[in-house]
């Protein structure tokens, strides 16, 4: 969501920071600022409403420059987005916050703080902070100091990037409940709530963990955990690029994301499969002790995690005969559940920061699940840091707020863990070589799906102007179904719904007409002519069906049916296949719509409040 960019040099920061919200730009925002701590020792500001590009021209109309800084792209949360509720927020000149997170008590702060006269000049629940800490350092205290008094009013998440003009050698930073980095340089310093932000100045950066407050200056970073203690965190090296987060030669990044995603496939398999078997240890070396008396796995997960999720207990039940449960995330944590011995907790997140999914895993460890697994995206994160077991899916940075790479990576991991739990149930050597083989050839056969592009664009042509549709599966593409729904509305703003294609005579068929495009997904698996019956039902009410099917399916295209014909690939592997063909005909109808392919309306990329 939010993105937070701070830096300490001895060269002018302003460049630094809004090359950083460049590359935040990603997350999702409305509005931009940067705050500088001037040579002259006064703070400097400048904000806009909209894109990083129009704060850009704001500065060259009237630079500034400064050695400290810190800055933020605002996705409103508290207070509606305006140049006002744009962060950085500043109290009586002397102390400046970005903040990344929501403040619980902010309206109980805000009165207390009224009553002492400071007078509000948004509407957000971040101005509370600044104002608190410069009420801490009324009483004498140094910058740290204060932060750290302050920040144990507080109830809610932060991240926090604060400077004072009381202190122009210092920049403090504070971590609860919402991600932030601390980039490591050369008699400079930085922090971000993504390392993506600090790639062109530095591959070095120290992690911050639940609770810590960072004091950090030109040449050194001392971080105090939540007891006060010093504590070290240990500073790890990216493997990124500067330009990792760049189009490249595509008209979008979630274009460039789905022509991405047999390179990502192939390098999440990479070391992990023989010639016949998953490799033992990819889950960490723990991984026999910890799952050898695993009876059920229950998956929790948001948005297109979630359905990743939904994809694996079809695998878990079907394929391992385990028994698995499938939740998402923020319906989890606010209810009674019970656990049953010998059960996996397993995490799916393509950020590893996605507040509800965090908040549950804490919640897993306290009501006692056997272990707990994450399925994540970025090894750094708290979801990884805070999981007995993980498996990366190293589909590296994914930019488009609609997940695509992540999403296929996250059904590869999937496949692997259910073959890792599976072995000691239902999976025999005979089925886990037959799995290994078709994830083996499964890069090349999503490239394959690729070459739809051309007649995938043809039928995007027949939703332009359309303002709803259903999309239809039968078993393990139900799911598949429910992202290609989810796809289709999160970025061309199109209604679209997904159901089980045999709950389509239980209500929905009422919505079926001319007007309303059924798009199904229709590999030839067992449940085939069934999915057929379900399709003439549809056509008997004068609907119009788009359907993606095999050579082998013996759909024909017909005045009333469109077919696109998928390569024909192993059944374990089919929502993989499946997924392309929908990721594309979003993004195309989407294009020709006209809307904002990467960073739709409304939405923000990381979740990282509730």
């Known amino acids: 969501m939010c993105g937070i960019v701070g830096a300490i040099a001895q060269r ?56 400290l800084g810190i800055a933020h792209t605002r996705w409103a949360t508290h207070g509606l987005p305006s140049e006002q509720n744009a962060h950085p927020h500043i109290c009586r000149q002397r102390v400046a916050v970005v903040h990344n997170g929501i403040i619980e008590n902010h309206q109980s702060l805000r009165e207390a703080q009224t009553g002492r006269g400071h007078q509000f000049t948004s509407q957000t629940d971040t101005e509370v902070i600044v104002h608190q800490v410069y009420d801490e350092m009324e009483t004498g205290l140094d910058l740290l100091s204060a932060v750290r008094k302050a920040v144990t009013a507080l109830h809610g998440a932060y991240a926090l990037g604060v400077i004072a003009t009381d202190d122009p050698t210092r920049m403090i930073a504070a971590r609860k409940g919402s991600p932030l980095v601390i980039g490591i340089g050369i008699g400079e310093h930085f922090i971000a709530s993504d390392v993506a932000a600090l790639l062109p100045v530095t591959r070095r950066f120290m992690f911050l963990e639940e609770g810590d407050i960072a004091d950090i200056t030109i040449d050194r970073v001392v971080v105090y955990a939540q007891n006060g203690d010093v504590v070290e965190r240990p500073i790890r090296e990216s493997e990124l690029s500067a330009d990792a987060a760049e189009r490249g030669p595509y008209r979008h990044f979630m274009l460039k994301e789905i022509h991405e995603q047999p390179r990502a496939i192939s390098e999440t398999l990479e070391a992990r499969l023989g010639t016949d078997r998953v490799l033992p240890g990819i889950l960490g070396p723990e991984e026999h002790a910890l799952l050898e008396d695993i009876e059920e796995v229950q998956i929790i997960a948001c948005g297109t995690s979630y359905h990743a999720g939904l994809v694996a207990k079809y695998w878990f039940e079907g394929i391992a005969g385990v028994r698995c449960n ?4 923020s319906e989890f944590r606010y209810r009674r559940s019970v656990v049953r011995p010998g059960t996996l907790f397993v ?5 590893g920061e996605t507040a509800d999914t965090l908040a549950a895993l804490r919640q897993a460890k306290e009501q006692g699940f056997r272990t707990t697994l994450t399925v994540c995206n970025v090894p750094e994160s708290s979801l990884v840091r805070e999981s007995d077991l993980s498996l990366m899916t190293r589909a590296g940075p994914e930019i488009g707020v609609a997940s695509t790479k992540a999403f296929t990576t ?29 994830l083996t050839t499964l890069p ?5 799906a690729l070459h739809l592009d051309e007649p995938i664009h043809a039928v995007a042509e027949d939703f332009a102007e359309l303002h709803h549709a259903l999309f239809l599966g039968r078993g393990v593409q139900y799911p598949v179904s429910l992202e290609g729904a989810l796809k289709l509305k999160e970025i061309s703003y199109i209604h679209a719904e997904a159901y089980p294609a045999g709950e389509l005579k239980h209500g929905p068929l009422a919505l079926v007409d001319a007007d309303m495009p059924v798009v199904t997904v229709a590999p030839n698996d067992e449940l085939l002519e069934k999915l057929k019956s379900n399709l ?3 056509r008997a009410r004068g609907g119009r069906l788009y359907v993606f099917a095999d050579d082998r399916s013996g759909i024909t295209a017909k005045d009333d049916i469109r077919v696109v014909i998928v390569p024909t690939v192993d059944e374990v592997v089919t929502p993989m296949i499946y997924t392309v063909p929908l990721q594309l005909l979003a993004y195309h109808v989407a294009v020709l719509r006209g809307t904002d392919v990467d960073q739709p309306r409304n939405l923000a990329k990381s979740v990282t409040v509730e």
């Open 12 to 67: 002018n920061v302003s460049p630094i920071l809004l090359e950083g919200l460049r590359r935040l730009e990603y997350r999702g925002y409305d509005s931009a600022g940067i705050a500088l701590l001037t040579d002259k020792g006064t703070l400097d500001r400048r904000r806009t409403l909209g894109k990083v590009e129009k704060l850009a021209t704001a500065i060259d109309l009237s630079p500034f420059e400064g050695r």
């Open 444 to 448: 090349a056969q999503i490239e394959a």
């Open 410 to 438: 996250q059904l590869v991991a999937l496949l692997m863990l259910v073959t890792v739990v599976g072995r000691r149930h239902r999976i025999d050597a005979t089925k886990e070589a037959s799995i290994v083989r078709a």
């Open 347 to 351: 995490t799916i997140s393509q950020s």
């Open 536 to 538: 003439e039902e549809v």
């Open 326 to 329: 499938v939740e998402v995330a």
